[in-house]
């Protein structure tokens, strides 16, 4: 406790998800007198909040999970390749306990303000409810979609039955048994949400704003005899995700996509339809991200695959996107997705034909008809790897607002320090890798240098670090420039950081907010970085 009795730590991490849980295992296997602050009331974060039917892993659950501990990897069986919500919470909940994490972690506390205080250098952070804490530094494990999204339809409040944003799914049980039910909005979360409960419900309306490319996930158990071979093989599996730009076992075909012919790439595109998560993604051609008639020529692959497995013509033709190429926005995996569209229960409706107009007490008002609703489940996404920041009232030196700063988008060093912010520590923040990769691959990968930098200080007696101006100025050219050679440029979505229902965002104006560049080359800078001894840091 301070003299005037707030309690005091050496680091504070704010956040309880899968990067704030291992940032606390090494921040306390160092020696730091470090706690983690959390606004739900558990830990999980994404995998406790979102508890919708159909979520779960798009990664291979063993590339999903922690490297850090051997024992761990030997005691764990994932039950799937792709892991349910439940088990990826339990899992989660599993490594808290079994490294003794718990009293580390304060739940039921949400930040509200973090003020930087020169004199002292050190953060004060202020909770909701008025609880007040304060650190020499601060780690950000916010998550890059932890902030839900809402349209502002006219008549939302007014709606009588339930309705709710998928990441505020109810604990209890939903009834959706012989339930007239809507969906609005079909990015990766609605098509989970559509092909878990499409059989389920009596009614199923669909409310497509955009539609999305989505592919296949190919999940399947995992025996134990595969579970064993996986065990055996993890040096081998987490060294090829370390290698690999998108961070999976998947890697780049790197044979040239025009030195096939046109029915070689088709059929290498066959065997990649078939396999496990993002293989049609990850292990394609590298030229259908930069190249316009080879990203052309997939995504009439694509199209083509959707329109097999649609019944309705004209229908699988309204799901087939036009505004985007394959691969230049966030790419859905799907179960049975495109299938749904055949059930008779199941309706889609264009809103680019009949925009909502409103929501009722009975249900949704399109231009062109009433549905009639028993429930209502917005799909409508996140404010991306920005919003958690953005929610914070973040006051740097001066009192600089950081939200003032990122107005028109984000400027960092390296996706952890924002200069003017000095100690805050962001993990998974903008513009590093953990956006366009793997995730928890890329965060292991963050946590370890960021402890390693605060051992670093703590044996120089450093009590204040922040990133030069000039060094955040030329990793943003270099964010730029890894942004600007790929096709997704031109894309809606929150690759671009564009999102229609969060004020401010302007369509056209690109948010530069994760490092494309890949996985190998961002480690290759950090671990240069460090073995330097962090000369864009100046250290006090």
Request: proline share 5%; with cysteine; hydrophobic share 35%.
């Amino acid at each position: 406790m301070d003299a005037d009795g707030v309690e005091t730590h050496d680091v504070i991490v704010v956040g309880a998800g899968v990067s704030g849980i291992y940032q606390i295992k090494r921040l306390v296997d160092a020696g730091f007198d470090a706690v983690v602050l959390e606004a739900d009331p558990d830990l999980g974060g994404t995998w406790y909040r979102n508890r919708y039917p159909g979520a779960r892993f798009d990664s291979e659950s063993y590339t999903y999970g922690y490297s850090f501990s051997r024992e761990l990897l030997d005691e764990w069986h994932w039950t799937e390749r792709f892991s349910p919500q439940p088990e990826n919470l339990k899992y989660l909940q599993f490594v808290a306990d079994k490294f003794d994490l718990r009293p580390h972690m304060r739940f039921d506390c949400r930040v509200e303000t973090m003020t930087w205080d020169e004199n002292d250098r050190r953060w004060t952070l202020d909770l909701v409810g008025g609880r007040r804490y304060r650190s020499r530094f601060v780690i950000t494990s916010v998550g890059p979609l932890s902030i839900p999204t809402l349209p502002s339809y006219e008549g939302m409040d007014t709606f009588d039955g339930p309705s709710f944003h998928t990441y505020h799914w109810p604990a209890e049980p939903v009834e959706l048994a012989g339930k007239r039910v809507g969906v609005i909005g079909t990015g990766a979360t609605g098509i989970q949400v559509i092909a878990e409960i499409a059989d389920k419900v009596g009614e199923l309306t669909v409310f497509q704003r955009r539609p999305n490319w989505s592919t296949p996930l190919n999940n399947s158990p995992i025996s134990d005899e595969e579970m064993a071979e996986i065990r055996a093989r993890y040096d081998e599996i987490f060294a090829n995700c370390a290698a690999s730009p998108g961070g999976f076992e998947h890697v780049p075909d790197w044979r040239g996509f025009w030195n096939l012919t046109a029915d070689e790439r088709r059929e290498r595109w066959d065997e990649l339809y078939d396999q496990p998560g993002f293989a049609i993604l990850a292990g394609n051609f590298a030229e259908i991200f930069w190249d316009e008639q080879a990203n052309r020529e997939i995504s009439d692959y694509i199209a083509d695959r959707i329109r097999q497995r649609v019944d309705d013509p004209s229908l699988a033709e309204k799901l087939i996107p036009r505004d985007h190429g394959f691969g230049m926005q966030r790419l859905p995996l799907e179960t049975n997705y495109f299938e749904a569209y055949n059930r008779d229960n199941v309706r889609l409706v264009d809103l680019s034909e009949t925009p909502i107009e409103r929501i009722t007490a009975a249900g949704i008002q399109t231009t062109g008809e009433h549905h009639d609703l028993d429930l209502i489940v917005y799909a409508t996404g996140f404010d991306a790897i920005t919003g958690g920041y953005d929610r914070l009232d973040v006051r740097g030196v001066d009192g600089v607002r950081l939200g003032d700063k990122w107005r028109n988008g984000p400027s960092t060093y390296i996706g952890v320090f924002s200069s003017g912010f000095p100690n805050l520590l962001m993990v998974a923040g903008p513009q590093s890798v953990s956006g366009s990769t793997n995730f928890p691959r890329a965060i292991e990968t963050g946590v370890d240098w960021v402890t390693d930098l605060l051992l670093h200080v703590r044996e120089r007696g450093c009590t204040r670090v922040e990133a030069r101006p000039e060094a955040e100025e030329e990793w943003v050219d270099e964010v730029v420039r890894a942004h600007e050679r790929m096709l997704f440029r031109r894309s809606k979505g929150w690759f671009t950081g564009y999102n229609s229902n969060v004020a401010g965002h302007q369509e056209g104006q690109v948010r530069y907010q994760a490092y494309f560049g890949g996985a190998p080359r961002y480690t290759e800078v950090i671990d240069r970085a460090a073995a330097d001894g962090y000369p864009a840091l100046d250290l006090r």
